[in-house]
C-alpha cells in the first residue's frame, strides 16, 4: 500500500521526480503516461468489460463480452486461465469476500452469482435467482459480512453466504433495472442502491430485511443512474455517474445533492484541446490526498483524468494525467494500481494501472514517461504468440 | 450540426399536423420520434437510457401536486397547483391502499427539502414503485419554472431491440416548437451514440393515431 500511495503522489503531484518530461498538450500539469503493454484478450469482437484485482493476489481478472473471466499475470501479461460457466452477459466481478483472497465472484443476465477459485478456474458456488431475474451488480458485507446483496429487474435480492439461501427481496423501492448495490464503507449494516428508475436508494440491512422499514432514504438523480462510488474523508459523500453522463455529488447521510455538472461532458472537454469527451468510464478516489477525479473518454479511446473540485458549486479542472495510444474504440474500465498486488513487480517502474476497452484490448500503464518503457512496450505486443519464451528471458539472469 | 434535414423535417411535422386536424379524435394526440439503431449491440453497448428536457412542453396537461412546507403550500396555492402538507402526509399513515391512490392521481410530484427526506417514513416505498417519487424543490428555485421543467422532461430508454420511442410534442403545438423539440432530442440523443449518425438506421415521426413519417 506504500507504494501505490508514492505512485499516486508521483503522478499528481507537481513535483514528480526523474522524468517529468511530459509531452504537455493540455496544460503543463498534465501528465501523458506511457504504456507498459498492450495485451489482446481475443480474436473475436468481444469486449472487456471490467478488470478486478485485489492487494492479496497477483492475478488480474477480466470479465469479456463472450460470458467468460480471463485471468492473466499483472507482470508478466501472461494468459494464465480462463473461468467458463456463464451463459449470459456477465454485469460485475470482484474479489469481495474478504475471508477468501482466490475466490473471484461474478453475476450474470442468467440469474446467477457466481464463485470461482482463481487457482484452478473452477467454479465453487452457484447462487440462483429465479429466471425471469438478471443481476446486474452485486456486493458482499452486512452487520456479519455474510450478506450478498444482488441487484435486479426491479429487485435487491439478499443472500445468507453461509447458507446461499436468499433471505430477502426488496421489490418495492425500485421500478426498473438495479445497476448497483453497495454496503456503504463505514457502516457494513447500510446499503445504497441505484437504478434506471433514477434513484439512489439508502436501506437498513439490520434484521429481517423488508420494503415497508428498511427504506431509509431517496435522493432522486432525475435520470437513469450508471454507477456511483463513496469519497470523502468518513466515506459520507458519493459521486454518481448517469447514462446520459453527468456527474452529481451526494452527501448520502443527508440525503441531498451538493453538486450537479449538467452538462459534464462540455466541461471536461473544454479543459483540454484533444478530442470531445463523450463518456465518463468511471471516478478515482484517492484517500490519501482526499482528491477526487473523473476519468472521461474520447470515442477513439483516449482518457483523461480530470480532477473535481467539490466545493460547491463545484469545478471540473483541467486533466492532469492522459492515456493516449493505447486503446482503439470506447473504454469500459479502469483498474488503479491500488487495487492490484504491488510486490511482485520485477521492474520497479511505478505501474499507474490498468484499462480495458471494446477494443478487447487489456493495456497496462506507466506512472512516469520513460522513454526505454516505450520501446519495450512494442516487443510485449507479441506475448500472446510466445508467452513462455518472453518468460524465460525476464527471469534469468545474465 | 446535425444530418437532420430541416426541410424534410418541417414538411414532415406539417403533414402530421395537418393530417390530425383532418380526422379530429377526442384528445390530444401525441407526437412520438421514433428511432431504429443499427450497429449498436444491446447485450455489450452501454446503455442507452435517461431523461432530456425539452425547449417547449410536449404535455401540457400533465399533473403535477406540491408536497410542501408552509412557505411553497402558499405559493402553490397562488398559481393554482395542487399540494399536500405534512398533515395530510401523516393522515395517510403509510397506508398503501391511500399512497396506491395519490400515486394514480398525479403524473409527478414535487417536494419542499424538508419534506422529501420524511417520505419514505411517511409514505413507505409507494412513489417509489410507482416510478413517482418527488424531484426536489428548493426555496431559491421558482416553483412556477420547476413545474414546467418537470412537464418538459421525457424519458427514453433502449431496451433489448434496436428501436425507441420518446415523446417530443403533441398536435396542439406550433409547428415551430415541434420542429425545436425534435431537433434538439435528435441531437441530444445521437451524441450519446458512440459512432453518432453511423448508430441510426432511421428516423420517424408519428402522432398517436396518425401515420409514421419518414424524416431520416
Request: charged fraction near 20%.
Amino acid at each position: 500500500m506504500e507504494i501505490a500511495a508514492e505512485v499516486e503522489m508521483d503522478i499528481f503531484d507537481g513535483t514528480a521526480a526523474a522524468s517529468s518530461s511530459s509531452f504537455s498538450a493540455a496544460s503543463t500539469s498534465s501528465k501523458r503516461l506511457a504504456i507498459k503493454n498492450t495485451i489482446q484478450t481475443n480474436f473475436h469482437e468481444d469486449y472487456v468489460f471490467q478488470i478486478a484485482s485485489s492487494p492479496e493476489i497477483s492475478t488480474l481478472a477480466v470479465s469479456l463480452s463472450s460470458n467468460t473471466i480471463k485471468l492473466y499475470s499483472p507482470a508478466t501479461g501472461q494468459f494464465i486461465g480462463e473461468c467458463k460457466g456463464h451463459i449470459s452477459t456477465i454485469h460485475e466481478i470482484s474479489f469481495g469476500v474478504p475471508s477468501s483472497p482466490h475466490l473471484l465472484c461474478s453475476c450474470s443476465s442468467d440469474a446467477t452469482v457466481r464463485m470461482w477459485d482463481t487457482r484452478t478456474f473452477k467454479q465453487v458456488s452457484l447462487i440462483k435467482a429465479a429466471s425471469y431475474q438478471e443481476i446486474f451488480s452485486f456486493c458482499v458485507g452486512g452487520s456479519s459480512t455474510n450478506l450478498l446483496a444482488g441487484g435486479g429487474k426491479s429487485q435487491i435480492l439478499f443472500w445468507d453466504l453461509r447458507s446461499s439461501k436468499q433471505v430477502a427481496c426488496l421489490e418495492e423501492s425500485h421500478m426498473d433495472d438495479v445497476t448497483q448495490v453497495r454496503f456503504t464503507p463505514n457502516q457494513q449494516n447500510k446499503l445504497v442502491s441505484s437504478s434506471v428508475d433514477g434513484l439512489l436508494c439508502l436501506f437498513d440491512t439490520v434484521g429481517h430485511i423488508d420494503d415497508d422499514n428498511h427504506l431509509e432514504s431517496v435522493m432522486n438523480v432525475g435520470t437513469s443512474v450508471g454507477k456511483f462510488g463513496f469519497f470523502g474523508e468518513k466515506n459520507q459523500k458519493l459521486w454518481c455517474l448517469t447514462h446520459i453522463e453527468t456527474l452529481s455529488i451526494w452527501d448520502w447521510r443527508d440525503g441531498r445533492r451538493d453538486i450537479n455538472f449538467e452538462d459534464t461532458r462540455t466541461l471536461a472537454s473544454d479543459q483540454w484541446n484533444l478530442d470531445h469527451i463523450d463518456y465518463f468510464v468511471d471516478c478515482y478516489y484517492s484517500e490519501t490526498k482526499d482528491r477526487l477525479w473523473v476519468i472521461g473518454g474520447t470515442g477513439a479511446g483516449t482518457l483523461g483524468y480530470f480532477p473535481i473540485n467539490c466545493t460547491v458549486p463545484g469545478v471540473i479542472g483541467s486533466p492532469e494525467a492522459i492515456l493516449e495510444g493505447g486503446h482503439t474504440g470506447v473504454v469500459r474500465t479502469v483498474l488503479p494500481v491500488s487495487m492490484t498486488h504491488q510486490g511482485i513487480l520485477t521492474e520497479k517502474k511505478g505501474v499507474f494501472g490498468w484499462t480495458g476497452g471494446e477494443d478487447g484490448r487489456l493495456c497496462c500503464w506507466l506512472s512516469d514517461e520513460n522513454l526505454a518503457a516505450n520501446k519495450s512496450w512494442v516487443s510485449s505486443t507479441f506475448v500472446m504468440k510466445s508467452p513462455r519464451v518472453r518468460g524465460k528471458n525476464r527471469h534469468l539472469p545474465y | 450540426m446535425s444530418k437532420l434535414q430541416s426541410d424534410v423535417l418541417r414538411e414532415a411535422i406539417t403533414q402530421l399536423t395537418n393530417d390530425s386536424r383532418e380526422k379530429k379524435r377526442n384528445f390530444m394526440e401525441t407526437i412520438e420520434l421514433q428511432i431504429g439503431l443499427k450497429n449498436y449491440d444491446p447485450q455489450k453497448d452501454k446503455r442507452f437510457s435517461g431523461s432530456v428536457k425539452l425547449p417547449h412542453i410536449p404535455r401540457p396537461k400533465m399533473k403535477v401536486c406540491m408536497l410542501g412546507d408552509a412557505q411553497h403550500v402558499e405559493v402553490a396555492e397562488k398559481i393554482g397547483l395542487d399540494w399536500m402538507d405534512v398533515e395530510a402526509l401523516k393522515k395517510m399513515n403509510k397506508n398503501k391502499k391511500l399512497v396506491k391512490k395519490l400515486a394514480k392521481k398525479y403524473h409527478a410530484f414535487l417536494a419542499s427539502e424538508a419534506i422529501i427526506k420524511q417520505i419514505p417514513r411517511l409514505l413507505g416505498p409507494g412513489l417509489n414503485k410507482a416510478g413517482k417519487f418527488p424531484t426536489l424543490v428548493t426555496h431559491q428555485e421558482s416553483l412556477e419554472s420547476k413545474v414546467n421543467e418537470t412537464k418538459a422532461m421525457v424519458k427514453f430508454q433502449l431496451k433489448k431491440v434496436l428501436c425507441m420511442g420518446i415523446a417530443v410534442g403533441n398536435c396542439g403545438m406550433e409547428e415551430k416548437q415541434i420542429f425545436q423539440n425534435v431537433q434538439l432530442s435528435v441531437n441530444f440523443l445521437v451524441s450519446l451514440l458512440k459512432k453518432n449518425w453511423q448508430n441510426v438506421r432511421c428516423l420517424y415521426l408519428k402522432s398517436t393515431m396518425g401515420k409514421p413519417y419518414r424524416v431520416f
